[in-house]
């Protein structure tokens, strides 16, 4: 039964997010929610908004466990409140842009539902034990609540601020949800497996048009969404640690931003952007002191490259993270 959950999840929410995505385009185009392709020669208008297909992919997919479990359980009610809320946020951001100190603080809400489900249904939703390799089973009773709210912030704004070159966030996240995919097998956290069915699903539906050239933009209502979810998974799964190293391109991306910009700007705050189009669609890292540094930076370190094969040095980086979290998860096991 539990396969069977797993599998009609990943399908409906990829079959959701998938036919969804061309009507969000077409919706984001008669609106007027367009952003311009600057790393393409002519910087074309791509439509935005094209995490609201992410959206509805995880809402199918939760929709579909709760029908085939006969109940609403906790988990799911937790997963999904917190993945539409930060999508709202991202929403709320895209429309009325916010700075970046604002759209931070209001990040740390959607942890909200996360926070009262472990308060309302402590078996179902263990908070303060996570697992370690070598170490065990850690048990913080005040600390792990006090941090709670960064568990779902932190990763919702990694993934929001790797979200700048077509397919890199489908890709970057999708690898880092497989790995919390196979560690839950592992580690047999049922949970947490259905919930990545459930995101990768949504997110291998919407990836098509956004790899490179996109025909859609992601936007933060799909960006913060996607990594609030990983958030959850993370601390409901008890995967924490799992989800940090399948995270480390994210949070490497991210610690290299605020380090060099020194506090939270909002990317329309930025001045000078991290990476230059030297024409024929190719990038190359922009050396000028005010520009902030980012993975991207250090992947063009050793010359330019065309936007297609930089993507690809961030779906490599991935898929090592992939590979060392699903490690972790074995070293969890085996110690």
């Known amino acids: 039964m539990l396969l069977l959950k797993a599998a009609a ?16 385009i077409e919706y984001s185009r008669r609106k007027g929610y367009l952003g311009r392709d600057v790393h393409k020669p002519g910087q074309p208008l791509i439509p935005e908004m094209g995490g609201l297909s ?11 466990c709760c029908l085939l479990a006969l109940n609403v359980e906790p988990w799911i009610v937790v997963f999904t409140c917190c993945t539409m809320i930060a999508g709202g946020i ?17 990040t740390v809400i959607a942890c909200l539902p996360l926070i009262v489900g472990a308060v309302l249904w402590p078996k179902h939703i263990v908070i303060g034990r996570p ?12 600390i792990y609540w006090i941090l709670l709210p960064f568990a779902v912030a932190a990763p919702a704004n990694a993934v929001n601020m790797i979200d700048t070159f077509n397919g890199v966030m489908p890709i970057t996240s ?17 949970e947490a497996l259905l919930m ?40 409901v799964g008890r995967l924490e640690i799992v989800g940090i190293v399948a995270l480390m391109p994210q949070i490497m991306n991210s610690f290299y931003i605020l380090s060099s910009v020194k506090g939270l700007l909002e990317r329309r705050q930025i001045r000078e952007r991290p990476t230059v189009v030297l024409g024929d669609n190719v990038v190359a890292a922009n050396r000028s002191e005010r520009a902030p540094l980012t993975l991207a930076n250090l992947i063009l370190s050793r010359g330019p490259l065309k936007e297609p094969e930089l993507v690809k040095r961030y779906a490599i980086l991935s898929f090592s993270s992939f590979i060392l979290s699903v490690v972790t998860a074995v070293l969890m096991v085996v110690t």
């Open 174 to 190: 999708s690898f880092s949800v497989l790995g919390l995919l196979v560690a839950s097998l592992i580690l047999g956290r049922w």
């Open 54 to 64: 992410i959206l509805v992919g995880v809402a199918v997919g939760s929709v579909i």
């Open 90 to 106: 991202g929403a709320l951001d895209y429309l009325v842009t916010l700075t970046g100190v604002t759209k931070t603080a209001l």
């Open 9 to 24: 999840a990943f399908v409906s929410s990829l079959a959701a997010s998938w036919l969804v995505t061309p009507k969000v």
């Open 196 to 235: 990545c069915c459930i995101l990768l699903g949504a997110l291998l539906g919407y990836m098509p048009y956004n790899l490179y050239p996109s025909k859609v933009f992601t936007s933060d209502v799909g960006s913060l969404a996607v990594g609030a979810a990983i958030g959850v998974i993370a601390v």
């Open 131 to 142: 697992e370690l390799p070598f170490i065990g089973t850690m048990r913080f009773t005040i």
